[in-house]
């Protein structure tokens, strides 16, 4: 099942935009195990973190790092893919002698995705001590708090049997494409392609 967040943000205002709608609004809605619930705010909207999980809060920051570098004035728009997955239902194929056909990874699939839209306002001139865009920007996070909240209260059906106690039960990935820049390299999923893989080894 997928879900389209759209986030709006001035580049000012954008780090904590990212960081408190998509990922850690997202990610408390789907850990399931215990955390230690902690509120943070932006701009005076409150928003849910976990304040005992550092591994998955570097990882966020790495990752809206990643998009704040990919926005530049040519284009202020990127593209970030939350995935939730689970081990598949479907028995692993066997060859002779019982061997595996295929790697453990291969079991794996995604459950939930979150497609995530973001778009850099530019810094806008200040008018009786009020910023258009950050105003913009404030009520675009209060909206996407709501939508997330009311998407996990509403579609449940789908999320797998939870087996483990951890505070994530499910693994996940964060995936950020890169802007396609040259015909060799993959837009998906931001590897190089087989025709730079095969240039690098002739070379």
């Known amino acids: 099942m997928e879900f389209i967040i759209n986030v709006i943000a001035e580049r000012s205002v954008l780090r904590e935009s990212l960081k408190g709608t998509f990922i850690w609004t997202i990610f408390f809605n789907r850990l399931f195990g215990p955390i230690t619930?902690?509120?943070?705010?932006?701009?005076?909207?409150?928003?849910p973190m976990a304040n005992?999980?550092?591994?998955?809060?570097?990882l966020i920051d790495e990752k809206v790092n990643r998009i704040?570098?990919?926005?530049?004035e040519v284009s202020n728009q990127a593209k970030i893919n939350v995935q939730f997955l689970s081990k598949s239902s479907?028995?692993?194929k066997t060859g002779w002698f019982g061997n595996s056909t295929y790697n453990a990874q291969d079991d794996l699939v995604v459950w939930e995705s979150w497609l995530i839209n973001v778009e850099s306002l530019p810094l806008d001139q200040v008018s009786n001590g009020e910023s258009k865009n950050v105003?913009?920007?404030?009520?675009?996070?209060?909206n996407n708090l709501t939508r997330i909240y009311d998407i996990a209260d509403k579609f449940k059906e789908h999320i797998p049997p939870i087996t483990s106690l951890d505070s994530a039960p499910f693994p996940y990935k964060i995936?950020?494409?890169?802007?396609k820049s040259h015909h060799n390299r993959?837009?998906?999923?931001g590897e190089e392609g087989w025709g730079t893989y095969i240039k690098k080894i002739l070379d």
């Open 37 to 47: 619930p902690v509120t943070n705010e932006f701009m005076n909207v409150s928003y």
């Open 52 to 58: 005992n999980l550092p591994d998955l809060d570097s």
């Open 68 to 72: 704040l570098n990919q926005i530049t």
């Open 90 to 92: 479907n028995k692993k």
């Open 135 to 142: 105003q913009t920007s404030i009520q675009n996070f209060a």
């Open 175 to 179: 995936i950020i494409p890169e802007k």
């Open 186 to 189: 993959d837009y998906h999923t």
